[in-house]
């Protein structure tokens, strides 16, 4: 399962993390967020990825000043953090495959 | 007799009566339809909600006796109306089909599966513009799918380009968020239903820029204003805005199947109010078929008349 946190623990979970860390920054109200959940819950329960790689998610009405410094304009979208900075990023729904093709290219594998 | 290199993929093992791919409103329908049948079927999508493209939308106000439903709810009510009736959903992605009336073969990455018919109810997804910028901003302030990313423009100014219900409906729910909405087309008048015409253009801050389209999308790391371009009197003029909302219309998702069934040259599969495409057997319903008018309710009319073929077509087994 993907953690939900907030912009009180994004920092700690985030920023300072020493794992690569996908945030996804979703909406209740957005239906490719709905579509994307489930592909986060199980890529994130793959057991290949536990050491060095973690998926939170970020409800964008919860935390509207993070969601504002990222950029954010369109969601699903999904930035990948490396020692506090973003290396890369996903925008809209994308299927299982793309996904972790994405991760194995940013934990270059 | 099945030599090492052909059987990699793992074969489910079990011929189904009918398998229907897809799970929008054509798919719904079809398996509710093969539900009350009682035909042994499956329906395989690829994404794990079902809906298809409704899911995006944040009104629905032309399907009978729910009227002003969201999109997600009616996506919600037909998924529950078919797993009450016990339909059966695998969630993969068919790369393939192949076979004969009685034994088609789909593939996916890692599974086989066989069928005696099959509906493709694959729908369709918004189509690109191709313009300059359009890329480059694709979530920077471009955007196709209003409900999902209009709270970012609050306040702000945006534009719509398009001219249907779905531009249309857009530009409604984007004029109740947005400091001011302009509505960009091509034509001089708007192919959208007059009622939705009606309440865009109540708004206060709607306004529209006829007969005209997008030549650019401009910025610097995010979108700050578009150029649009009069067609009549080749007029280029700049709107400071911070969205961009394309709605102009779908593709089908068609490609694993054409040069299997026909297809239009926009890709679209050739098939009759019963669905039959060129290959006995095989069925097209909903966005994907090639029809006059694409709606949740002609997807679902699809889905309907498809099931009834496969049932025709089962009896001649």
């Known amino acids: 399962m993907v953690t939900i946190i907030n912009s009180d623990n994004f920092e700690e979970k985030v920023l300072k993390s020493d794992k690569t860390v996908l945030v996804d920054f979703f909406a209740t109200w957005c239906g490719p967020c709905k579509m994307m959940a489930p592909v986060l819950d199980k890529v994130s329960d793959d057991p290949k990825y536990a050491d060095k790689f973690e998926i939170v998610k970020i409800d964008v009405d919860d935390a509207e000043e993070i969601a504002m410094e990222y950029g954010i304009m369109s969601i699903p979208n999904m930035k990948f953090f490396k020692g506090g900075s973003v290396v890369d990023e996903i925008i809209g729904y994308v299927p299982e495959d793309v996904l972790t093709g994405k991760i194995d290219s940013v934990l270059g594998e | ?317």
């Open chain 2, 1 to 317: 007799m099945f030599s090492q290199e052909r059987s990699t993929l793992f074969s489910v093992n079990k011929m189904y009566d009918l398998i229907i791919i897809g799970s929008g409103p054509a798919g719904l329908s079809a398996a509710i339809y093969a539900a009350r049948a009682k035909l042994d079927f499956v329906v395989i999508e690829s994404a794990y909600v079902s809906g298809g493209q409704i899911l995006s939308t944040y009104e629905i106000d032309n399907y009978p006796g729910l009227p002003g439903i969201s999109g997600q709810e009616l996506a919600d009510k037909m998924r529950a109306h078919a797993d009450a009736l016990g339909a059966q959903f695998i969630i993969d992605r068919i790369d393939s089909i192949s076979g004969t009336l009685g034994n088609f073969v789909l593939k996916s990455s890692t599974k086989e599966y066989e069928a005696k018919t099959v509906i493709i109810t694959t729908g369709a997804e918004h189509a690109k513009l191709g313009v300059e910028g359009e890329d480059t901003f694709q979530g920077k302030g471009v955007s196709y799918c209003a409900t999902c990313d209009g709270m970012f423009f609050r306040k702000k100014d945006v534009v719509v380009v398009g001219g249907g219900d779905t531009a249309l409906s857009d530009a409604i729910y984007l004029s109740r968020i947005c400091n001011s909405v302009t509505l960009i087309h091509r034509r001089d008048e708007l192919r959208g239903a007059k009622s939705l015409q009606d309440k865009y253009f109540s708004a206060d801050n709607a306004k529209v820029e006829w007969s005209s389209e997008l030549a650019s999308i401009n910025g610097d790391k995010m979108v700050s204003s578009v150029t649009i371009r009069n067609k009549v009197t080749g007029e280029l003029k700049e709107l400071p805005v911070r969205g961009v909302f394309i709605a102009v219309g779908i593709k089908p998702n068609s490609s694993y199947f054409e040069g299997f069934v026909e297809t239009d040259d926009r890709g679209y599969i050739i098939a009759g109010e019963n669905g039959a495409t060129s290959v006995e057997g095989i069925f097209a319903a909903g966005d994907v078929r090639k029809k006059a008018l694409r709606q949740i309710i002609t997807a679902a009319a699809d889905g309907a008349n498809a099931v009834d073929s496969v049932q025709e077509v089962l009896t001649k087994l």
